[in-house]
């Protein structure tokens, strides 16, 4: 019998070693090593522990907002003229976006393990603010590791962490931006083995992070069923959502992903344009590598060396993505897109005027491709765009590029 | 393990002291430069000689060691003039064993197949990968080994006494001991806990051990190298080479001044107090 070429489910990854078919796994250092086996020990006790899954269901009502609504954008959707297109408003959680669903779950797990001081990178200062805010929330300390240029453009964030109590430290090396900050919190926990842990903003790094984070995310899928039914009768038949390491993506797609009928869309940022440098799209512009921790699609140039993602919006600009969307594209199962960084000003500009939404320029690229494909899609077409951060730390970046208003 | 490899631990062994293994970044700050520093290492004492690969995300390495690639990268170093360097270095000699050493994404990159046989070619003697631990060992360790180049696994404070054996199960060549928990260029080590170290691993193995991580200066070697096979010194290096520098430039006191140190390491390394060799045969 020939192998199938798709597998029986596409929820079933990872495997026991981490892998999403060539995808993922443990790429760390030696000192790490027993610390990611020691998490992934931590976590599987965890997932099997009801009281862990009441506390942050708990967390989840009181302290967050959940659920999140599912919101019929309906001028958008005579705009359009298509398909009737659902907001998922994670932009409505406690912290304003989707990275809030993540951290409460690793820093209650992070607590199981005894630890009592936390670290995390932050690109756009959202999963920062998040991490901020839970460690306040539960009297741990907390670093967060910035790339210099990121503190500089991302400023209403960096006060915010601080607010909270963080220590917020500028990475200044090689070209001091998301990936630098990852490289430095790796430094740092290398260091700091004992006490501290670890908390990735998004659904990549060594295993068992994509899939923890997965899990942890999979909050913004799993009530879209049930709100969709509640809604219209039925599941919807298309998702959207951007993608930067793709946690919130990753989060909206996994519970349909055996769904066969439900067309799925992930949009990377194509900053200038596909066809130039300066742009962050991973799947369409890059080639399969290995960097902090886990083989996935990785910008670089033919030495493999990793080359800088450019976007307008700070939480996109990472050269690699998460090791599942490494697979889930191979497989054909999501269809990955683009949007520039001039499609998400202008989708940006829509939403806050068609909706009285300002979206982060994160989801303002999903936005984008929203605009492209529900025209094209019949009237009784259900399309879910997950609205992942609401968009006051954008304004100040909006605004220079429109010229001051 | 390769011949020169072998040989060069057992003439250590018939000398009662331990080696001195040098690192230096490749390309760092240009390819001649870098050339001339590496062909002066064995004149200057070193035994065995870790060659940096440069990678623009070094995620294991400090401040020094990651401007030392920065420095490689800008001046257009990659993995083939790495190689080449070692090739170069081959002809003039063919006893100091060369250990290339960096992340796997360039290897990945290259093609493992290609560069294996690239790499045994020029005449390297083996592998440290930072980021390929035991779990990883079918991407890299288990096809180097096979084409007969040494896969030298490092060993943390971190990794106990039931993780040794999967680290050291496919390591060769000889076992690098990370005295700290940290980053390259760190916190001084603890030497008094380097002997209990050393002798821990040597429970589960037989091949040498190679102390490293925070040594600086020749009174440093010479405590690691009372009671380890061979003393690394990586980031001291690097900022002697960098402060010859002027404006991240090679000067003509570049060579002299690594040659220098490592002289000094080279004395501080054959200075140290070592038990009789009859001691340290009490393995049966």
Excluded at chain 2, 103 to 113: A, E, F, M, S, T
């Amino acid at each position: 019998m020939n192998k199938p070429d798709l597998p029986n489910s596409f929820r079933n990854g990872p495997d026991e070693r981490g892998h999403f078919g060539n995808y993922g796994g443990r790429f760390v250092a030696e000192t790490l090593m027993p610390l990611i086996l020691e998490l992934e020990k931590a976590y599987e006790a965890a997932k099997a522990d009801p009281a862990f899954a009441a506390e942050i269901a708990s967390l989840h009502t009181h302290y967050v907002g959940r659920p999140s609504p599912l919101y019929f954008a309906e001028r958008l959707t005579e705009h359009c003229g298509g398909a009737k297109i659902y907001f998922k408003r994670d932009e409505l959680n406690h912290t304003g976006a989707h990275k809030i669903n993540n951290v409460l779950g690793q820093i209650l797990l992070a607590m199981r393990m005894g630890k009592t001081r936390i670290i995390a990178e932050t690109g756009a200062g959202q999963h920062g603010v998040a991490t901020a805010t839970a460690c306040a929330r539960f009297g741990l300390p907390c670093v967060v590791y910035m790339g210099a240029v990121d503190v500089e453009r991302q400023k209403p964030n960096v006060f915010r962490m601080k607010m909270l109590g963080a220590e917020v430290v500028p990475v200044q090396s090689g070209a001091r931006t998301l990936k630098d900050a990852m490289n430095e919190a790796l430094r740092d926990w290398v260091t700091n083995v004992d006490d501290t842990f670890y908390c990735i903003g998004t659904a990549a790094g060594p295993h068992p992070y994509p899939a923890m984070v997965r899990d942890f995310q999979s909050i913004i899928g799993t009530e879209v069923r049930t709100q969709m039914q509640a809604a219209e009768g039925r599941l919807p038949d298309s998702l959207v959502a951007c993608i930067g390491g793709g946690s919130n993506a990753i989060g909206l797609f996994h519970p349909f992903l055996d769904d066969a009928g439900i067309e799925i869309f992930g949009v990377e940022a194509a900053g200038h344009g596909l066809d130039t440098k300066a742009h962050a799209a991973s799947l369409a512009g890059g080639k399969p590598g290995v960097l902090h921790g886990n083989r996935t699609y990785l910008l670089m140039d033919d030495d493999g060396q990793i080359e800088e993602g450019h976007s307008i919006s700070a939480g996109l600009d990472y050269p690699g993505i998460g090791p599942e969307h490494a697979w889930l594209k191979d497989m054909g199962r999501v269809n990955y897109l683009s949007a520039t960084d001039a499609g998400a000003l202008d989708a940006f500009q829509l939403c806050c005027r068609l909706e009285g939404i300002i979206p982060a320029l994160e989801p303002a690229h999903a936005l984008a491709a929203v605009l492209e494909l529900a025209p094209k899609r019949p009237r009784d077409h259900l399309m879910v765009m997950n609205m992942c951060g609401r968009g006051d730390k954008d304004i100040f970046t909006v605004a220079d590029h429109l010229g001051g208003m | 393990m390769t011949a020169r490899m072998k040989a060069r631990f057992a003439d250590l062994k018939r000398q009662n002291r331990a080696g001195l293994v040098t690192f230096i970044t490749a390309g760092d700050p240009d390819d001649a430069t870098s050339a001339a520093v590496l062909r002066a290492l064995p004149g200057a004492g070193a035994d065995v000689i870790e060659l940096g690969m440069p990678f623009t995300d070094p995620m294991a390495d400090g401040p020094t060691i990651q401007a030392a690639a920065l420095r490689a990268l800008k001046a257009g170093h990659r993995l083939s003039k790495t190689l080449a360097m070692v090739r170069d270095f081959r002809r003039d000699d063919d006893a100091t064993p060369i250990v290339l050493m960096g992340y796997y994404n360039p290897i990945y990159v290259y093609g493992v197949d290609r560069f294996l046989a690239d790499a045994k070619e020029a005449g390297v003697d083996g592998l440290i990968v930072v980021d390929l631990p035991p779990e990883e060992d079918r991407e890299l360790c288990v096809p180097a080994l096979a084409a007969g180049l040494n896969f030298i696994r490092l060993a943390t404070p971190t990794t106990d006494d039931a993780r040794l054996p999967a680290v050291l199960k496919n390591t060769s060549g000889f076992v690098y001991y990370v005295s700290v928990n940290g980053i390259t260029g760190s916190a001084i080590p603890d030497y008094s806990r380097v002997a209990s170290s050393v002798q821990r691993i040597k429970r589960h193995t037989d091949l040498p051990v190679a102390v490293g991580f925070g040594v600086k200066t020749p009174e440093g070697a010479a405590e690691v190298a009372a009671h380890a096979d061979a003393v690394v010194v990586g980031t001291a290096l690097i900022d002697v080479l960098a402060r010859s520098l002027d404006g991240g430039r090679a000067t003509p006191t570049t060579v002299d001044a690594v040659r220098g140190f490592v002289e000094g390491l080279a004395r501080g390394v054959r200075s140290a107090k070592r038990p009789a060799p009859a001691a340290q045969e009490d393995r049966p």
